[in-house]
């Protein structure tokens, strides 16, 4: 009986670490970001934005304004609607987990039609999106650059755009991908001018080595009343050292030019 007992401890006592082991490890492991998508990227009436994570025990918190959620945030129960553009990001959390890194999911509100884009220089025939109009058809890109709603350049992009009556620009966005592995870096700057203004220049900040595949985005702040704007999107003229690219042109791959 005495052994039957010893024997008996030591298998509880087994399965005890073999729990409290497993439950460490658990919290070791981070759960994967929730999968995030809308109906579209660009809103006009309203969008539906959908999050999920197939684990049961998950749930999942967001916020609309672009700061990392706590269990303190929003909780995502069921698809939602937004009128309102902005960086709603969510985060997945779980007792027995660590939680997840971030997803990022940014919504535009839609701008200004233009009539008419004239190209000065033309994309790599590899990567010509949907023709002329792509970045102007109000439709937002995801993260796979072989998608049609990309325009791939391997050298500074110029354009005209033309409205078809006189309009107040307050600003213009930019929309850009990042994918390092793929030689897709962001444009050094954006130059505005036109017959009405100044010229305006925005330098874009350079890429670090761990920069993540992204979908990104250059504001250029306008304030005038135009007819046509004349746009001119540079290039980063070689790789970096640090690539294994390095030397090479780079790609500059575009999405959708947003006039508010």
Known sequence: MRLILIISFFVVLGCTKKTETRLLQEKE????????????????????????????GVEIFYTDDGSE??????????????????????????????????????????????????WHTSPNNAYEGLGTSTVINQEKAGLNFRSKEWVGFDSTAVADIYFKKKRFIESINIGYLVDVASWIFPPTSVRISSDEMDTIEIEVPRLNQQEPKALRDVQVPIGKELNSIHIEIMNLNAIPDWHDGKGNKAWLFMDEWIFK
């Open 29 to 56: 492991i981070a759960l994967a970001q929730p999968k995030v998508s809308s109906t579209s990227a660009i809103i006009d009436s309203s969008v539906v934005v959908t999050a999920a994570l197939k684990l049961d």
């Open 69 to 118: 959620p706590t269990i303190g945030s929003m909780k995502y129960e069921k698809p939602f609607r937004s009128k309102s553009e902005g960086i709603y990001t969510f985060k997945a959390f779980h007792p027995s987990w660590k939680s997840s890194d971030i997803t990022i999911l940014k919504l535009y509100k839609k701008g200004i039609v233009p009539s008419n884009i004239e």
